[in-house]
Every structure is written in structure tokens, then in C-alpha cells.
């Protein structure tokens, strides 16, 4: 069974410039999070999906992040335009609905790096 | 405002050594709390958790223990082994909305190194 997959591992990108990240999650989870880890700081929550319902984006820094979820499926981040601030890594992570597993175990993706310059 | 706070930030265990992390949270609501392990270019992987409802957990080389009353909670690493290196995050979380949704909060992480 696959994992969390994201695209691209790594994005370099100038101040200013667009970037859109993808996660496509574990097939049958409905939570989908991503999350945001910026160099020597904790794993910081952006938002959680529940099939394409945004469940909570308190966690979203300002309004050059949005964040979308295509028929409940893959997700993606788009970040317009790219702050210095904004380089980081970007996890997503998905989990099973409630009744067909362990609850609260999230499976990471390996995380997009965004650099910008 | 850092709701959950982890030290040592770096640990260095010889091979056989037991390796400690600790971390202490405040919300008072949160009732599930995980250590994630990840590698080098992976995702954090569970490695274990705990719900407030027992005060230690143990698998294999692996155990939490709680103080709910302190607010702390820790993760031992018995007979450390090289292939234990890695960074560890503790995380804490409530339940919400019922759907079997976690919005995790992390500490900053421990970089565990476990030298021959």
C-alpha cells in the first residue's frame, strides 16, 4: 500500500513567486493535515481537511496560503506570492475515519522543502 | 506561545545507553500524546503513545511515562542502538469534532544521536 506521497521534494523559488505544493494521501483516509516545519522550530498545524471540507485552517498563517481539496482526494498548498518566511518544510499527513483502525495515528509524507531566495 | 515544551534539543547515548526525552504541556484538555521518530529526508513515523488513562506504556525498547499531575510526559529508550539515531517529537492533542480528527501540537524536537 502506498504511503503519503507529496510533490515536489524540494522548491526553489524567488520572493514573490508562486508555488504549489500537492499531497496526495493513504487511499480511504478522509483526515488530511498539513502541517509546516520551519528550521529549528516545531511541526506547526496549517490545516485539516475532512474528505474536501476544510475542518479547521486556524493554523494558516495569512492569506497567501490556500489550501484545496479536490473531491476529497489529493490536496493542494499554494503559496502566492512566496515571503522569505515562508521557507520551511511542508508535511501532509493523512489518517483513517474513525471505526477502521487505531485513531490518532497520522502517516507522514516525507515533506516539500520550499526555499525562497 | 509553545503549548508543548521538549528537551534536551540534542542527546548523545553510547550503544546500550538508555536515552531520555522529556516533555511537559499545558493544556490541560489535551488526552493523547504520540512520540514521532523521523529519519533524515522521511516523514515522522509513530513510534509510540499514550492516553492519560495510564501512566506508562511500554513497547519492546520502547516506554512512555505520564505524570498526568505534573503535566509531563517522557520517552525512554532502553539498550539505545545506532539505528535509534534520529530526531524524536513529542506531541500532544485533543479529540475534536468527534470524526476521529487530531490536530497534533509538537515540541521542537530532540536529535538523538547514539554513538558505537
Known amino acids: 500500500e502506498a504511503g503519503v506521497t507529496q510533490f515536489p521534494s524540494h522548491s526553489v523559488i524567488e520572493k514573490g513567486q508562486t508555488v504549489t505544493l500537492r499531497c496526495d494521501p493513504i487511499?480511504?483516509?478522509?483526515?488530511l493535515y498539513w502541517y509546516r516545519r520551519v528550521m529549528g522550530k516545531e511541526i506547526k498545524f496549517l490545516l485539516h481537511?475532512?474528505?474536501?471540507?476544510?475542518?479547521?485552517e486556524s493554523g494558516m498563517p495569512n492569506n497567501r496560503f490556500l489550501a484545496e481539496r479536490t473531491g476529497g482526494t489529493y490536496s493542494t498548498l499554494k503559496v502566492q506570492p512566496a515571503e522569505l518566511e515562508d521557507s520551511g518544510v511542508y508535511f501532509c499527513?493523512?489518517?483513517?475515519?474513525?471505526?477502521?483502525?487505531?485513531?490518532?495515528?497520522?502517516?507522514f509524507g516525507e515533506g516539500s522543502r520550499l526555499t525562497v531566495l | 506561545q509553545q503549548q508543548v515544551k521538549q528537551s534536551p534539543q540534542s542527546l548523545i547515548v553510547q550503544k546500550g545507553g538508555i536515552s531520555i526525552i522529556n516533555c511537559a504541556y499545558e493544556?490541560?484538555?489535551?488526552?493523547?500524546f504520540p512520540w514521532y521518530q523521523q529519519f533524515p529526508g522521511k516523514g515522522p513515523a509513530l513510534l509510540i503513545a499514550?492516553?492519560?488513562?495510564?501512566s506508562e506504556k511500554k513497547e519492546g525498547r520502547f516506554t512512555i511515562s505520564f505524570n498526568k499531575s505534573a503535566k509531563q510526559f517522557s520517552l525512554h529508550i532502553m539498550d539505545s542502538q545506532p539505528g535509534d539515531s534520529a530526531t524524536y517529537f513529542c506531541?500532544?492533542?485533543?479529540?475534536?469534532?468527534?470524526?476521529?480528527?487530531?490536530?497534533?501540537?509538537f515540541g521542537k524536537g530532540t536529535k538523538l544521536s547514539v554513538i558505537p
Open positions: 499527513a493523512s489518517s483513517q475515519p474513525p471505526g477502521q483502525g487505531p485513531t490518532g495515528e497520522l502517516f
Open positions: 487511499s480511504g483516509h478522509d483526515n
Open positions: 481537511f475532512v474528505k474536501e471540507s476544510k475542518q479547521d
Open positions: 493544556n490541560t484538555a489535551f488526552d493523547y
Open positions: 499514550i492516553r492519560p488513562d495510564v
Open positions: 506531541a500532544a492533542s485533543e479529540e475534536y469534532s468527534g470524526a476521529g480528527s487530531y490536530q497534533l501540537t
